[in-house]
């Protein structure tokens, strides 16, 4: 258990370094480590059926899954904040947007105001799609057991 | 401005909200109806409500204001509000809905196996929504004092109790017809104005201000006060994550992927929706500067119309803008007032439909008295200040409960506290520590950048120290949370 433990910290400190595409770490299944004793426990809450993996085999599809995930999130997040801050950067060092005026305001408070949210949809689009295709080779890896 | 103008429109809206919320009222027979309206909301619908939901005075009446008062770093909420559902997509979507927990109290005790973290979630959702009532009921003294001249607790008072009676009434199932509507009767409201007063200014009026005069650069983006600016979007980034009202929008989604498309669409209808209030308040830059002058610019939305285009067509876009301004606090309010009420009747009434009703008109009434004893300090910065507090309190909870496995009750316990009394002391005792030390005050005015860090800390090391580890049904949760449903069943 403290061995999946660190793998799921090391993802995550890996996709902030490196923002190569996702590489899944897979590792043998190891008997013993109780996953599947534990994994066979009902889900408590709400009368929900949980479905629990069935196989350490299966365990270790899940926590790749959950870290290629994982490491998805945090590159789009970082990408979004990066591409923020360098688009207001370039704002700030160029003095002349403060002084051109387009319907009486200045390009500098346009570009502001309207700028940012091209980028948010666009990471939001890349980011579903990335993420539905992470599940489909979830689930194409799971159907051939 | 002509009181009549004021009283149809709000009458108007509260009876359309009305008349579709016990439209709705048909088709909440059962609990599970009235919490989740039965997930089958499809995305559109589900997109408008949240957007229908989430605008609150804040955003229609605070931005504009805030960009009049303040310049160019308004444009900043905006953005937070906007991109904090981006953070929401990458981080809590999908897993979140597949938690199939109701509330965020269910996902802490489904995910922590403890009554204890669930109790602490509890709290802080109830304090959280009634700090988030507040200003709805603040925008709504403005508005009712501004446009038809009675006196301020009637605007809180007439919504506060709209409100407790729509919910009351109709449960969730109604409020996500009310709360789509909602957001496109918005939408229009600042829309159809914003473009009327284009084509006026287009057409040759003459500004108060020049340019120059009206955006001078020491307002603008030029002018960056970098600590300010980054923990204000570190707080409305995060905050949206922890939103009551905004997650139990997520369990209507029938499933991981639709919730993920949901909040897509959501980001484009923000995106849409906030060009308007940003130009409403580059018009009232450079058309109405004496509003910023007399502490009135949260009311720039409501008197601009009337400003700038004389006669019939000017009354008729204030009634529009009115409506609009209404409909921002029914809806906001009526969605955190669906979320405490579940809250609370899951946890103190039984989980009963009898309950949900009592628990609905409670959580209207208390915001209610809090708002009219206090004075409203800008709609935008107090909404920021609730923003703060969520991310620094259940954010990290939920984004180290749905990633970190070796999450433990203990540590989301102590996590919690630390954000809850760390940013509930720098955003209650900012004022006065700040008048002793003048130097940290943009620290305490602006928490959450040192604040979540702080919590996510805490978290992170009571968990590790925690002797007793994680939860045993932690693997099967987190399978649950991030497995894709469809095929579920032979996964494995």
New interface residues.
């Given amino acids: 258990?403290t061995a999946?433990?660190v793998s799921?910290?090391d993802a995550?400190t890996d996709a902030v370094t490196d923002a190569a595409p996702a590489r899944v770490r897979v590792t043998a299944p190891r008997p013993g480590t109780g996953?599947a004793a534990?994994?066979?426990?009902?889900?408590?809450?709400?009368g929900?059926a949980?479905?629990?993996?069935?196989?350490d085999?299966?365990?270790v599809?899940?926590r790749s899954?959950?870290r290629s995930?994982?490491r998805l999130?945090i590159v789009?997040?970082v990408g979004?904040a990066a591409a923020?801050a360098l688009f207001?950067l370039a704002?700030?060092l160029v003095?002349a947007?403060?002084?051109t005026?387009v319907f009486?305001?200045?390009l500098?408070?346009l570009?502001?105001?309207?700028g940012?949210?091209?980028l948010?949809?666009t990471?939001?689009?890349l980011?579903?799609r990335a993420?539905?295709r992470n599940?489909a080779r979830?689930?194409s890896l799971?159907?051939q057991? | 401005m002509n009181a009549a103008i004021g009283y149809t429109a709000i009458a108007a809206v509260a009876l359309a909200s009305a008349l579709i919320g016990f439209y709705g009222l048909r088709f909440s027979r059962t609990t599970s109806d009235f919490y989740v309206a039965s997930r089958t909301v499809r995305p559109w619908w589900n997109a408008s409500a949240i957007g229908g939901e989430y605008l609150s005075a804040a955003s229609f009446l605070g931005i504009a204001g805030l960009i009049l008062l303040t310049g160019?770093s308004a444009?900043w909420f905006p953005?937070g509000y906007?991109?904090g559902?981006?953070?929401l997509?990458?981080?809590v979507a999908?897993p979140l809905r597949r938690s199939?927990?109701?509330t965020i109290p269910?996902f802490t005790?489904?995910r922590l196996?403890s009554p204890w973290a669930r109790r602490v979630t509890s709290l802080l959702v109830i304090v959280i929504g009634w700090f988030y009532i507040v200003p709805q009921l603040q925008g709504a003294a403005l508005t009712v004092r501004i446009t038809t001249g009675l006196p301020s607790w009637a605007g809180s008072l007439a919504v506060a109790v709209i409100v407790s009676v729509i919910v009351a009434a109709g449960g969730m199932r109604s409020i996500t017809f009310v709360q789509a509507f909602q957001f496109w009767l918005k939408l229009t409201a600042l829309a159809v104005p914003a473009v009327a007063l284009l084509l006026v200014?287009g057409g040759g009026s003459t500004?108060e201000l020049s340019?120059?005069d009206?955006?001078p650069?020491a307002a603008?983006?030029?002018d960056?006060e970098v600590y300010r600016t980054v923990s204000l979007m570190v707080a409305l980034l995060l905050g949206t994550l922890g939103l009551p009202h905004v997650l139990v929008r997520f369990y209507t989604n029938p499933d991981g992927?639709a919730a993920?498309?949901t909040?897509?669409i959501v980001?484009?209808l923000l995106?849409v929706f906030?060009?308007f209030p940003?130009a409403f308040g580059?018009i009232g830059r450079?058309f109405a500067p004496d509003l910023a002058a007399t502490g009135e610019a949260d009311a720039l939305i409501l008197l601009l119309p009337d400003r700038l285009i004389p006669g019939v067509a000017g009354d008729l876009l204030t009634a529009l803008v009115i409506a609009g301004a209404f409909a921002a606090f029914l809806s906001t309010s009526s969605g955190l007032v669906v979320s405490l009420a579940g809250v609370i009747s899951q946890d103190l009434l039984g989980g009963s439909v009898r309950g949900f009703r009592i628990a609905a008109i409670a959580s209207s009434f208390v915001p209610l008295v809090v708002a009219l004893a206090t004075e409203s300090t800008g709609l935008a910065g107090s909404v920021g200040l609730v923003f703060a507090f969520t991310a620094s309190t259940l954010c990290p909870m939920l984004i180290l409960g749905i990633?970190?496995?070796?999450l433990t009750a203990r540590g989301a316990i102590a996590g919690m506290a630390t954000g809850a009394v760390l940013s509930g002391a720098a955003i209650l005792g900012g004022a006065a520590i700040s008048a002793a030390l003048p130097g940290i005050r943009p620290f305490l005015e602006q928490p959450a950048a040192w604040t979540v860090p702080l919590a996510v800390l805490v978290t992170v090391v009571v968990s590790r120290a925690d002797r007793r580890?994680?939860p045993?049904?932690?693997?099967?949760?987190?399978?649950?949370l991030?497995?894709?449903e469809?095929?579920?069943?032979?996964?494995?």
């Fill in positions: 258990m999946d433990d799921v910290t995550a996953t534990a994994s066979a426990r009902p889900v408590p809450g709400r929900l949980a479905p629990a993996p069935t196989s085999v299966a365990g599809y899940v899954l959950i995930q994982l999130a789009m997040a979004f923020t207001v704002i700030a003095p947007l403060d002084s005026f009486g305001v200045p500098s408070w570009l502001l105001g309207v940012v949210y091209p948010a949809i990471v939001g689009g980011y579903l993420a539905t599940e979830y689930r799971t159907e057991e | 160019s444009l953005i906007t991109a559902y981006l953070m997509l990458l981080f999908a199939g927990a109701y269910d005790e489904a196996e200014i500004a340019p120059a009206a955006f650069p603008g983006p030029g960056l992927g993920r498309r909040t897509v980001l484009v995106s906030y060009l940003t580059f450079a990633w970190w496995r070796g580890g994680t045993r049904g932690t693997d099967a949760f987190l399978t649950r991030h497995v894709p469809a095929r579920v069943r032979r996964g494995g």
